[in-house]
C-alpha cells in the first residue's frame, strides 16, 4: 500500500468517526393531539321546520390560527402556542364541524353540509375567524373566539344578515389540559348562539 493510499485511509477512518461522534441527536419533542372537546348533549332529532339546506364553509383565518397549533397571548401583543400540544386538525376546520355538528343534533333545517361535499344549498355561512386563543386576564387564561359571520342566500349572493360573535371562557387553571377543555365549552356556547342567530333568519326566507 502506498503512502497516498495510507493518508487516504486514515483521513476517512477519520471522517467517519467524526459523523458517528456527532450522530447522537436531541430527541425530537413528543407531541400530544388534542380533540376539541363537547359537552355531551341528548339529541334532539326534531322534524325540520325550516326547509332551506345550508352550507357551512370553513372560517377564514390568519396564518397563525389557520393551523393545528393551540394559539395563546401571554402578554400585550405578543402570541404564541403552547409547546409540545397540537390540535388534531386545523382550528377552522373543527370550528366548522363543530358548528355542523350543533345544527345537525338541532335537527330544524333538513340539511347542513360543508363546501368540500357538493350538496345543494340556499344559504351559505361564511365566516372571518379573528380569535381563537387563550388570553390571560389579570394572570388567569381565559379562552377568546371571535367569528365574523355571514349569512347569503346562495341564489342571488346576497347577504341577508351579518354578526360578530365573541365568546370568552375562563379555564379552570393555566394546564393545557384545562386550556382545552375551555376551548370546547367556548365553541359549543359560540355554536349555539350562531345556531339560533342562523335559523332566525332563515325563517324570514320565503
Request: with cysteine; aromatic share 6%; proline share 6%.
Amino acid at each position: 500500500m502506498s503512502l497516498r493510499q495510507s493518508l487516504s485511509r486514515f483521513a476517512l477512518l477519520g471522517l467517519f468517526s467524526t459523523l458517528a461522534a456527532c450522530s447522537v441527536l436531541p430527541e425530537s419533542e413528543t407531541l400530544r393531539i388534542f380533540l376539541l372537546p363537547t359537552t355531551p348533549t341528548p339529541q334532539q332529532a326534531s322534524e325540520p321546520t325550516i326547509q332551506q339546506a345550508l352550507r357551512i364553509n370553513t372560517p377564514q383565518a390568519s396564518r397563525i390560527l389557520s393551523g393545528q397549533r393551540i394559539a395563546v397571548v401571554p402578554q400585550g401583543n405578543e402570541i404564541s402556542a403552547y409547546g409540545g400540544a397540537r390540535w388534531s386538525d386545523a382550528a377552522p376546520v373543527l370550528l366548522r364541524d363543530r358548528l355542523i355538528e350543533a345544527f345537525q343534533r338541532d335537527g330544524r333545517m333538513p340539511s347542513v353540509s360543508n363546501e368540500d361535499v357538493n350538496l345543494y344549498a340556499d344559504l351559505s355561512l361564511h365566516s372571518d375567524l379573528r380569535a381563537f386563543q387563550t388570553v390571560y386576564t389579570d394572570g388567569k387564561p381565559v379562552v377568546v373566539i371571535n367569528l365574523d359571520a355571514r349569512l347569503v342566500n346562495r341564489n342571488d349572493q346576497r347577504t341577508l344578515a351579518n354578526r360578530r360573535f365573541e365568546v370568552r371562557q375562563p379555564s379552570a387553571d393555566p394546564s393545557v389540559e384545562r386550556v382545552v377543555e375551555a376551548f370546547g365549552q367556548a365553541s359549543d356556547r359560540l355554536s349555539a348562539d350562531i345556531l339560533e342567530w342562523s335559523l332566525s333568519h332563515a325563517q324570514q326566507q320565503p
